[in-house]
C-alpha cells in the first residue's frame, strides 16, 4: 500500500512517466517469525516463554527466521534488482523507492553498506550531528513511512578512495569491508525524512496521526446494537 501510494504520488506528478510501476517480491517481506508470529512482541524481546507461547517441542512447530537467512534475501534483491540499475548508465540519474518493513529495512541498509569500501560513504552534516559516533551499520532507526535518502554516483576508484568521510571517526570497524562496488560512493542525504507527514489529517475517532482508512472502525462497531422493543 505504501509503494502504491509513492506510485501514484509520483503519477501525478510526472504525467510523462509511463514506466512507472510497483514490483512486488517476497524478498522483501518482514522477517518470518515461524510458530510465534502473532504473539506479543514484548516477549519476544525480553525472551519471557509462558505455557501460551509456543515451544520446539510443539507438533507443527516453526522456529523463527534467523539474521542470515534474511541477509540472504537482502543480498539477492541488491544484485537481481538494485545493481542491474546502477550498471544501466550511470551517468542517468535513475531512483528507486525500495519499501520493506522495519527489521527487514535494517538488514538492508546493513547488506547494501557492506557493498562500499573505507572512505566512500560519507554523510551529510546534518546528519553527523545526529548520529555521533554511532557506527554507520547502525543509523538511528526511521519511523513508520519515514525513509532514508542515498545517493549512489559512480566515480574512478582513486578519486573515491579520498572523499571526505565521517565514517573514521564514527565506525572504525566497518572500514575493515572490502569495496564490492569499486568506483562507487553513496551519501546519505537524509534518515527517518517524514515530511510528507507533515499536513496529515488525523484518523477520525482519534485512533492516531494517520490518514482515514475505511476498513478502520470505531469502538461501537465492534459492539451489536440493543435490541429496543417498544410495548404498548
Known amino acids: 500500500m505504501t509503494a502504491k501510494a509513492i506510485e501514484d504520488a509520483q503519477k501525478s506528478k510526472h504525467t510523462d512517466v509511463e514506466d512507472m510501476t510497483v514490483v512486488q517480491l517476497e524478498l522483501l517481506r518482514e522477517q518470518d517469525f515461524g510458530s510465534f508470529e502473532c504473539t506479543p512482541w514484548s516477549s519476544k524481546r ?3 516463554t509462558t505455557d ?5 517441542e510443539d507438533a507443527g512447530f516453526r522456529p523463527q527466521e534467523t539474521s542470515e ?3 540472504k534475501r537482502a543480498d539477492i534483491f541488491l544484485d537481481d534488482y538494485i545493481l542491474p540499475q546502477l550498471a544501466i548508465d550511470h ?46 551499520e547502525y543509523l538511528p532507526g526511521w519511523s513508520n513511512t519515514g525513509y532514508v535518502e542515498l545517493h549512489m554516483v559512480k566515480t574512478s576508484e582513486s578519486a573515491a578512495e ?8 564514527s565506525a572504525p570497524a566497518s572500514n ?21 507527514l507533515s499536513n496529515l489529517k488525523r484518523t477520525r475517532g482519534g485512533v492516531g496521526s494517520s490518514t482515514y482508512d475505511t476498513r478502520q472502525k470505531n469502538l461501537e462497531g465492534y459492539f451489536k446494537k440493543p435490541r429496543v422493543t417498544v410495548k404498548d
Do not use: Y
Open 52 to 56: 501460551k507461547l509456543p515451544k520446539p
Open 176 to 196: 575493515d569491508r572490502s569495496a564490492k562496488l569499486p568506483g562507487w560512493r553513496m551519501v546519505v542525504q537524509s534518515v527517518n525524512r517524514k515530511d510528507h
Open 162 to 169: 579520498s572523499i571526505p568521510c565521517s565514517e573514521d571517526a
Open 69 to 71: 537467512a534474511m541477509a
Open 46 to 48: 525480553s525472551g519471557i
Open 91 to 136: 551517468e542517468l540519474e535513475g531512483i528507486v523507492a525500495v519499501v520493506s518493513h522495519g527489521l527487514m529495512l535494517a538488514v538492508l541498509w546493513k547488506s547494501l553498506l557492506a557493498r562500499f569500501g573505507p572512505h566512500t560513504v560519507s554523510l551529510e552534516a546534518e546528519i553527523s550531528n545526529k548520529t555521533g559516533f554511532r557506527p554507520l
